[in-house]
C-alpha cells in the first residue's frame, strides 16, 4: 500500500531572483524527491515566496505568499511538516528583521505541533545578543538541525546548544546538476597519472579565456571593483579573455556588474579580448550551465564559487563575509583578497596562475568536492526517514 502524499513547507528567501538562493531551493527539491522515493514516501513541497506566481512557473510546484499571514497559516496546518533553509538565514547584517522573521515562521509550525527541521543553514553573524536564546529555544524543539560550516555549529554551541544534535553539511547547492548531467565523462575523477592534452585547454594564440565574473556592490568607495577592473585589464595584456560578467542577485548585480564593464574601458578591447554581461539566466540551472562554460571564475557571492566547485571550474573568491572564507577552507583554497583590502596586481597574479595549471587546481581538489557533493543531501535524507519513521 502506498503512502499518503505529505505536504511539507520550504521557507526561505526564494522569489527575490537571487540566483543563489533559488539554486538552493533548486537543490532541496531535487534532493527530497530523491530521497522521498527512495524511503518508500511522496513529500509534496509547498514555498514560501515572495511571488508565488513565479516560483510556481519556475519550478512547478505550489507556493504561498511568505508575508500573508492568512495564507502561511493556512499552509502549515495543512501540512506534515516545516523545512527552514538553506541559505544565510538568520543573520543580522543585512536587517535587523530577517533573523525575527524566519524565527517566527518555524515557532508558528512548532506551536501547531509540527515537525521542523533546519536544512543546512549558515548561521551569522548574530550581533544582536538577545537573538541568542531566541534562536537557541526554538532549535532545540526541532527534529533535525543541520548547518553548512563548522563556524555555524560552533556559534550554535556558543548559545547553548548540544553540538551532538547539529550536523555539518554542505551546501545543498554542491548538488545541484544540469538536466543534460547523467554522469558525464567531463566530471568523473581525474586519475593521478591522467595528463592534459592540447585540445583540453584553450589555444593560447587564438581561443580566448572565457573568465566568470560574479560581482556584488559592497564598499562604499568601489575599491574593490576598481582593484578587481585593474587586475582583469592587467591580465588581458597577457592572455586573450572573454570576461563574462554573471548577476546572481538580480538587479542589484547587473548595476555592479556594468560598474566594472565601465571601469575596464577599452583596456580588454584593445588586447583583443572580449566582455558580455549575462541578464537572462534567472534560473539556477541556467546560471549554473553558463558557470560551467568558463575556464575560470572570479567570485563574490558565495554560490558562485559554489556553483564553479559542482562544475570544476577553478575559482577564486573575493571575500565580503565569512561565509566565504569558510567555503573556500571546505575547497583547500583562500581569497584572493577581502573587499577592504583588495589588490589589482593579486588579482592578475591569482587569475593567470588559475588559468595556466586549471588541470591541476581540478584534480587536487576533486577528492574534496566529489565529497561534498555526495554529502548535499544528507539533510533531505534525514527529512524523508522521519516520515517514513512516523509513517
Known amino acids: 500500500m502506498v503512502a499518503a502524499a505529505q505536504k511539507?513547507?520550504?521557507?526561505?528567501?526564494?522569489?527575490?531572483r537571487n540566483s543563489g538562493?533559488?539554486?538552493?531551493?533548486?537543490?532541496?527539491?531535487?534532493a527530497l524527491r530523491k530521497q522521498s522515493e527512495a524511503a518508500g514516501i511522496t513529500l509534496t513541497p509547498v514555498v514560501l515566496s515572495i511571488d508565488p506566481e513565479w516560483t510556481t512557473a519556475a519550478y512547478g510546484v505550489e507556493s504561498v505568499h511568505?508575508?500573508?499571514?492568512?495564507?502561511?497559516?493556512?499552509a502549515i496546518s495543512e501540512s506534515a511538516g516545516l523545512i527552514s533553509g538553506g541559505g544565510s538565514l538568520l543573520q543580522d547584517v543585512t536587517s535587523s528583521k530577517t533573523i525575527p522573521y524566519y524565527l517566527a515562521i518555524i515557532k508558528l509550525a512548532q506551536w501547531m505541533g509540527k515537525p521542523t527541521f533546519i536544512y543546512a543553514q549558515g548561521i551569522g553573524p548574530v550581533n544582536r545578543k538577545l537573538f541568542h536564546p531566541l534562536i537557541k529555544s526554538i532549535f532545540r524543539k526541532c527534529a533535525y538541525v543541520s548547518v553548512r560550516d563548522e563556524q555555524s555549529r560552533l556559534l550554535l554551541q556558543s548559545m547553548g546548544l548540544d553540538k551532538g544534535t547539529i550536523d555539518v553539511v554542505p551546501d545543498p547547492v554542491m548538488g545541484l546538476t544540469l538536466p543534460e548531467d547523467i554522469?558525464?565523462?567531463?566530471?568523473?575523477?581525474?586519475?593521478?597519472n591522467a595528463h592534459v592534452h592540447d585540445s583540453d585547454i584553450p589555444n593560447l594564440q587564438t581561443e580566448p579565456y572565457t573568465v566568470g565574473i560574479s560581482v556584488r556592490f559592497w564598499e562604499q568607495s568601489r575599491k574593490e571593483l576598481d582593484a578587481l577592473a585593474e587586475g582583469l585589464v592587467k591580465v588581458s595584456a597577457e592572455l586573450p579573455l572573454h570576461l563574462r560578467f554573471l548577476p546572481f542577485h538580480h538587479s542589484a548585480d547587473n548595476e555592479a556588474s556594468r560598474y566594472v564593464m565601465q571601469k575596464l574601458g577599452q583596456g580588454v578591447?584593445?588586447?583583443g579580448g572580449t566582455v558580455s554581461i549575462c541578464e537572462d539566466a534567472l534560473h539556477p540551472q541556467q546560471m549554473l550551465r553558463e558557470v560551467g562554460q568558463c575556464q575560470a571564475l572570479i567570485g563574490m557571492r558565495l554560490h558562485s564559487l559554489i556553483y564553479a566547485a559542482g562544475r570544476r571550474v577553478p575559482l577564486m573568491g573575493v571575500s565580503y563575509d565569512p561565509k566565504i572564507d569558510h567555503f573556500l577552507e571546505r575547497i583547500s583554497c583562500r581569497p584572493v583578497g577581502s573587499t577592504a583590502a583588495?589588490?589589482?596586481d593579486m588579482v592578475a597574479a591569482g587569475l593567470l596562475e588559475l588559468l595556466k595549471s586549471g588541470e591541476a587546481w581540478k584534480r587536487e581538489r576533486e577528492p574534496l568536492i566529489a565529497s561534498l557533493v555526495e554529502e548535499a543531501e544528507a539533510p533531505a535524507r534525514q527529512v524523508a526517514q522521519y516520515f517514513r519513521r512516523k509513517g
Open 66 to 74: 511568505r508575508m500573508k499571514l492568512g495564507e502561511v497559516r493556512k
Open 8 to 16: 511539507i513547507i520550504i521557507s526561505g528567501y526564494y522569489g527575490f
Open 269 to 271: 578591447e584593445e588586447h
Open 21 to 30: 538562493d533559488e539554486a538552493v531551493l533548486q537543490s532541496i527539491l531535487n
Open 183 to 192: 554522469r558525464t565523462e567531463t566530471h568523473e575523477p581525474s586519475s593521478g
Open 342 to 344: 583588495l589588490e589589482g
